[in-house]
């Protein structure tokens, strides 16, 4: 179990409720298409990811980078459980989507970057050890289902 302090606590529920998800989840997902090109191999579905452009401008990233943050919205309003919270998800990733788990790693890295950029001065160190240790916490749990 994740023992969570009080600061961290208050940083990580402060830090959702300054973010705009779909602009933050389009922009995050966005990234880690681009960066990490490999990962655009689960959304063949999603038509053209042929560039940044194309990626950047994709309504169909657009929506699933908002689905992203509203699943990590039941982390953050169940800091206690969220391997709980995320066992279907992680079952639905392994199991039927057949997801690289490194892959919420490098997602959770792209949207460490937005959020710092939308929080600027305020995206000090000790927050973003918090924001840290939350999306590692939701990582651990998401890949729960693979082992």
């Known amino acids: ?19 705009n998800y779909a602009v933050v989840g389009q922009a995050a997902f966005s990234r880690c298409l681009i960066v990490y090109p490999w990962t655009q191999r689960y959304f063949g579905q999603f038509g053209n990811l042929y560039n940044a ?3 950047a401008s994709n ?9 992203i943050m509203e699943a990590l919205e039941k982390a953050v309003k169940d800091m206690d459980n969220i391997k709980a919270t995320y066992a279907e998800l992680s079952a639905l990733h392994s199991e ?3 997801v690289d788990p490194d892959n919420f790693m490098l997602l959770g ?10 929080l600027g001065k305020n995206f000090t160190a000790e927050v973003h050890a918090a924001f840290q240790k ?5 990582v651990s749990s998401l890949r729960r289902q693979y082992y």
């Open 134 to 138: 939350f999306l590692a916490v939701v």
């Open 59 to 67: 309504p169909k990233v657009a929506a699933h980078g908002k689905v």
């Open 109 to 118: 890295d792209c949207l460490t970057i937005v959020v710092a950029s939308q």
């Open 96 to 98: 039927k989507l057949q």
């Open 53 to 55: 452009a194309a990626i």
């Open 1 to 19: 179990m994740v023992v969570w302090t009080d600061f961290e606590r208050t940083t990580i529920q402060d830090i959702f409720s300054k973010i």
